[in-house]
C-alpha cells in the first residue's frame, strides 16, 4: 500500500511539474504593428487647363499641376486626394474647407491675398494674345470690335476688362478654358488671353489652332497676373504652409522639378518657374 501511495504521489509531482513548464513556455511574438496610412491632403484643381491640369483618356487627372502636387506630397508624408472644381468657385471652395489647398496654376495677386494665402512660387510663365494669323495687331485700340475669350476669374480676364474691354473690344468670360477654344473654333470668337504654355501645348499646337498665333509682347504686369503661380491655402494654416514651401524648395534642389519641367515643356526649350 504504500509503496503504491508513492507512486501515486511521484505521479502527481511530475503532472504538476509538467504544468508549471507548459505554463513557463514563451508566448508567440506579437504580430507587428500594421503602418498608418499617410494622411490625406485635398487638392483642388480645374482639369481643363492642358498642359497643366487636364484629364487622360480614361479620365484620370494628370498634368504639369498635378505631378507638381504628387512631388510635393510625397515631401510632406500626405496623399494627394484631387478634387474637381469649376475654376471661378475655387477659392470660396477652399474657404467652406471643401479641400485643403487649391495647385491649379492660381497665380499670386493681391486680390486674391485679401481672402486667401499663398505659398513661395513654383512657377511663373506670362500671358499672350491671340489671335487669328493675318489680324492686325499693334494695341488693343487695333482689335476694337473682335471677340476674345477669357477664363472666368482669371489673371486673364482681369486683364482684358482692364486693358481690352476699355479699347473696345468684346470679352466673353467662360467657365472653363477649353470652352473659349470650342468657340475660337466654331467662329464664335476670334481670339483669347491666356497663359503662354497653356494657350501654346492646349490650343495652338494642335490641329485646331494651326490658324492662330501669338500676338504682341509678353504680359506680366504684377496689377493684373500677380507674381508667380502658388499653392493657395486658407489664412492661419502656418504650419501647412511651411511644410509646402520646403517642400518646394526641396524638389527644386533636387531632380524632380527639372524632371516634370522636361516632361511637359522640354519641346519648347523654357523652365517655367521663370525669374
Known sequence: MKKLLLSLSMIALLAACGKKEEAAAPAAPAAAPVAAAPAELKVAIDPTYEPFTFKTAD????????????????????????????????????????????????????????????????????SRIVLKKGTKFTDAASIKGKKIGVLKGSTQEKYAMGELKTAGVVVNSYEAQDQVYLDIKSGRLDGTVADYMEV?????????GAKYELVGPDLKDPKYFGYGAGIALRKGEDALKAELNAAIKAIR???????????????????VYGE
Do not use: H
Open 59 to 126: 479620365g484620370q487627372p494628370t498634368g504639369f499641376d498635378v505631378d507638381i502636387a504628387n512631388a510635393l506630397c510625397e515631401q510632406i508624408k500626405r496623399k494627394c486626394v484631387f478634387v474637381e472644381q469649376v475654376w471661378d468657385s475655387m477659392i470660396p471652395g477652399l474657404n467652406a474647407k471643401k479641400y485643403d489647398v487649391i495647385i491649379s496654376s492660381m497665380s499670386i495677386t493681391d486680390d486674391r491675398l485679401k481672402e486667401v494665402d499663398f505659398t513661395d512660387k513654383y512657377y511663373n510663365t506670362p
Open 253 to 271: 534642389s533636387a531632380p524632380t522639378y527639372k524632371t516634370l519641367n522636361d516632361k511637359y515643356f522640354a519641346k519648347y526649350n523654357i523652365d
Open 200 to 208: 501654346t501645348g492646349g490650343f495652338l499646337s494642335k490641329p485646331e
